[in-house]
């Protein structure tokens, strides 16, 4: 039987398309500050899985129902797998897109995938979240998958 990969392993093709060192046996988690909106993590703690979370530095009001119901609403049941997931932490108003993926499920092509598809998501996110309302339609075009 084959052994089961590595957080390090499978996260090894990423760091070298970045250009970042591969991970010592040690590190569990990888940070990535795309620009100064949008911050994306791998973390590897739980083990034989991967999440992986984007944060978006704009703050959503918790209580502001234009902006809560169109992210809300692209949370919806996918088909796609792995389900990418949208939440608001109540207290800052910090929204986070996040996914997690058993290691076994990630060769070189679907951790690429994965991460293009979360960027792509969250990116479409941060830039809605960074444009005034109107009462046009909400969130267009954007669902939580990419």
Known sequence: MTPAPSFQDVTRPLCERLGIAPLDESRQSIALAIDEGLTVGLLGHQE????????IATLVD??????????????????????????????????????RLRLTELDE??????????????????????????????????????
């Open 62 to 99: 918790p209580g502001d129902a234009q902006r809560l119901l169109p992210l809300l609403t692209a949370n919806q049941f996918t088909a796609e797998h792995p389900a990418l997931i949208g939440a608001v932490e109540p207290e800052s108003g910090r929204f986070s897109l996040w996914t």
């Open 109 to 146: 092509p679907a951790l690429m995938v994965l991460f293009d598809r979360v960027l792509a998501a969250a990116s479409s996110v941060r830039d809605w979240l960074q444009e005034p309302l109107t009462s046009g339609p909400a969130l267009p075009g954007v669902e939580l998958r990419a």
């Open 48 to 55: 034989g899985f991967m999440i992986v979370i984007a944060e």
